[in-house]
């Protein structure tokens, strides 16, 4: 096939909240012109950029352009949790141990090659340092069973020889102002992101360091023309003998890896911002992130004023949906559901309203792998984050401008090593089985 049509874009629902409590920044015009560039890379997220950096660190004559569909941190990049984890945390197991010693030391090994390169970009381009926290994180457990789920991650944590401290509920009292925990575990090395900012920010350094970045402009079409590849876009071609999709879950709109990606949606919320009042009702420290014991239970954040405003994200509830658009009212009824997990964590300040509430695309295949590879002649992939993009897509864009460069890396190893996606059940049996699967997972974490 030399010919690839888009036959969905992205629509986000609701509004990436990380994005709209910045100041405003002026957005990148979209592509109004035709343009020849050596790399075209499909997607301005964690991948796409990350793919941008690492190809400018290895080759500065190279033209590079990034075509992004919507603005930058608009999508999945500006709508996660900001978890950027360094440890094994598979959200398919019980207790987030991966797939054993040998592969979890690799792993790891890898996420804190990812954090690296994000820490020299932050470092190399003035990024933020509030956007870029190396506070670490706590797994929060709410109930015994979950403590028990603490204790098995501990030890497995133990024999990869990795640091952890448990916690117990006075310490999180301290640490939340919440008395909903019983116990937490507390590893050092997670960064905590304020995911639009350092998307953004990247996203600015690389335009300072002579990349091209369009915002706003969806590319239609990747065609073949001679050695290269024509995109279309609204307003102007790009032509270029080497192109990346860096799209994730809408690798499969041009054609690729059909039913055997998983489009997952992740839904939060964001409080308004907290007044003097509710903060001190609230006590506790200005900022913390616990993801929950239960991969299936619900993340919750507390960031401050220098990451845009004192806040606390609720994250819990998720649909498998193919067609990849969730609806305002999947939103709406995921909103009502923080409302009840927030007031469970905060009595004291249930009244807080929600200021934002949204939707957010991952995509997951079921044997865990991603799709990082040379799909056609001069047509690389960096995608499906397997929902943990920060370090995931960071890899697997470093991967793929490796792939571009002909370099052979421990990165791009890694991923060629792995199978392809496995193949899915046929919809509508998949969607419905999936979606019961995660209802019933979720009520089974719900004090989590
Ligand atoms: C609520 C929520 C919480 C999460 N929490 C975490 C967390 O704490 N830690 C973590 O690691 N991960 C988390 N994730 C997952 C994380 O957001 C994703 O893994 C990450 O964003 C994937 O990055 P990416 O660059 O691969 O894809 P994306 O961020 O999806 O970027 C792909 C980009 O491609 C663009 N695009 C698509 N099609 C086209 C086209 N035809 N033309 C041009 N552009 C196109 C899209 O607009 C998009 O901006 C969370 C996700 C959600 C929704």
Same mark, same amino acid.
């Given at each position: 096939?030399?010919?690839?049509?888009?036959?969905?874009?992205?629509?986000?629902?609701?509004?990436?909240?990380?994005?709209?409590?910045?100041?405003?920044?002026?957005?990148?015009?979209?592509?109004?012109?035709?343009?020849?560039?050596?790399?075209?890379?499909?997607?301005?997220?964690?991948?796409?950029?990350?793919?941008?950096?690492?190809?400018?660190?290895?080759?500065?004559?190279?033209?590079?352009?990034?075509?992004?569909?919507?603005?930058?941190?608009?999508?999945?990049?500006?709508?996660?949790?900001?978890?950027?984890?360094?440890?094994?945390?598979?959200?398919?197991?019980?207790?987030?141990?991966?797939?054993?010693?040998?592969?979890?030391?690799?792993?790891?090994?890898?996420?804190?090659?990812?954090?690296?390169?994000?820490?020299?970009?932050?470092?190399?381009?003035?990024?933020?340092?509030?956007?870029?926290?190396?506070?670490?994180?706590?797994?929060?457990?709410?109930?015994?069973?979950?403590?028990?789920?603490?204790?098995?991650?501990?030890?497995?944590?133990?024999?990869?020889?990795?640091?952890?401290?448990?916690?117990?509920?006075?310490?999180?009292?301290?640490?939340?102002?919440?008395?909903?925990?019983?116990?937490?575990?507390?590893?050092?090395?997670?960064?905590?992101?304020?995911?639009?900012?350092?998307?953004?920010?990247?996203?600015?350094?690389?335009?300072?360091?002579?990349?091209?970045?369009?915002?706003?402009?969806?590319?239609?079409?990747?065609?073949?023309?001679?050695?290269?590849?024509?995109?279309?876009?609204?307003?102007?071609?790009?032509?270029?003998?080497?192109?990346?999709?860096?799209?994730?879950?809408?690798?499969?709109?041009?054609?690729?890896?059909?039913?055997?990606?998983?489009?997952?949606?992740?839904?939060?919320?964001?409080?308004?911002?907290?007044?003097?009042?509710?903060?001190?009702?609230?006590?506790?420290? %200005?900022?913390?992130?616990?993801?929950?014991?239960?991969?299936?239970?619900?993340?919750?954040?507390?960031?401050?004023?220098?990451?845009?405003?004192?806040?606390?994200?609720?994250?819990?509830?998720?649909?498998?949906? %193919?067609?990849?658009?969730?609806?305002?009212?999947?939103?709406?009824?995921?909103?009502?559901?923080?409302?009840?997990?927030?007031?469970?964590?905060? %009595?004291?300040?249930?009244?807080?309203?929600?200021?934002?509430?949204?939707?957010?695309?991952?995509?997951?295949?079921?044997?865990?792998?991603?799709?990082?590879?040379?799909?056609?002649?001069?047509?690389?992939?960096?995608?499906?984050?397997?929902?943990?993009?920060?370090?995931?897509?960071?890899?697997?864009?470093?991967?793929?401008?490796?792939?571009?460069?002909?370099?052979?890396?421990?990165?791009?190893?890694?991923?060629?090593?792995?199978?392809?996606?496995?193949?899915?059940?046929?919809?509508?049996?998949?969607?419905?089985?999936?979606?019961?699967?995660?209802?019933?997972?979720?009520?089974?974490?719900?004090?989590?």
């Amino acid at each position: 096939m030399n010919d690839h049509k888009a036959e969905r874009l992205p629509v986000h629902r609701g509004p990436a909240a990380w994005n709209s409590i910045l100041s405003v920044q002026l957005a990148s015009p979209p592509l109004e012109t035709d343009l020849t560039v050596d790399v075209a890379i499909v997607g301005g997220g964690f991948a796409g950029l990350s793919a941008a950096r690492s190809l400018r660190r290895n080759d500065p004559k190279l033209r590079i352009a990034v075509l992004e569909a919507s603005g930058l941190a608009e999508g999945a990049s500006g709508r996660n949790s900001g978890f950027m984890i360094d440890l094994p945390h598979d959200l398919q197991s019980e207790d987030y141990a991966g797939k054993g010693v040998a592969a979890d030391k690799a792993m790891i090994s890898l996420n804190r090659a990812a954090i690296g390169f994000a820490r020299e970009a932050v470092e190399e381009y003035g990024i933020d340092p509030a956007f870029f926290d190396p506070a670490g994180k706590i797994n929060g457990a709410a109930s015994t069973t979950g403590h028990d789920l603490n204790v098995s991650y501990a030890d497995h944590l133990k024999d990869l020889g990795e640091t952890s401290e448990m916690l117990d509920a006075k310490a999180m009292l301290e640490v939340t102002g919440s008395r909903h925990y019983f116990s937490g575990l507390y590893t050092p090395g997670t960064v905590m992101l304020q995911p639009a900012g350092y998307v953004r920010s990247l996203g600015s350094g690389l335009r300072r360091d002579g990349v091209d970045v369009f915002e706003n402009t969806p590319v239609t079409r990747v065609k073949r023309s001679g050695a290269g590849w024509d995109l279309a876009t609204p307003r102007g071609r790009v032509s270029a003998p080497k192109v990346i999709l860096a799209n994730n879950g809408h690798l499969e709109s041009f054609g690729f890896a059909r039913r055997r990606l998983m489009h997952v949606f992740l839904y939060a919320s964001m409080t308004a911002e907290l007044d003097k009042d509710t903060l001190s009702r609230l006590g506790g420290q %200005p900022r913390w992130g616990i993801t929950p014991s239960d991969p299936m239970g619900t993340t919750m954040r507390r960031i401050d004023t220098a990451q845009g405003g004192n806040r606390i994200v609720t994250r819990t509830c998720a649909s498998y949906l %193919p067609g990849m658009v969730p609806s305002e009212a999947a939103v709406a009824r995921s909103a009502k559901v923080h409302r009840r997990k927030f007031a469970d964590r905060f %009595p004291n300040i249930a009244d807080v309203p929600m200021e934002f509430s949204w939707a957010g695309h991952l995509c997951l295949s079921w044997n865990g792998v991603a799709v990082m590879r040379e799909l056609e002649p001069g047509l690389f992939s960096a995608c499906c984050d397997n929902g943990l993009g920060t370090v995931r897509s960071t890899l697997t864009g470093i991967g793929a401008a490796d792939l571009v460069l002909g370099r052979r890396s421990e990165i791009s190893a890694h991923f060629l090593a792995e199978d392809q996606p496995s193949r899915l059940a046929p919809s509508p049996f998949a969607e419905i089985g999936a979606n019961l699967y995660f209802r019933w997972k979720e009520w089974r974490a719900r004090k989590e």
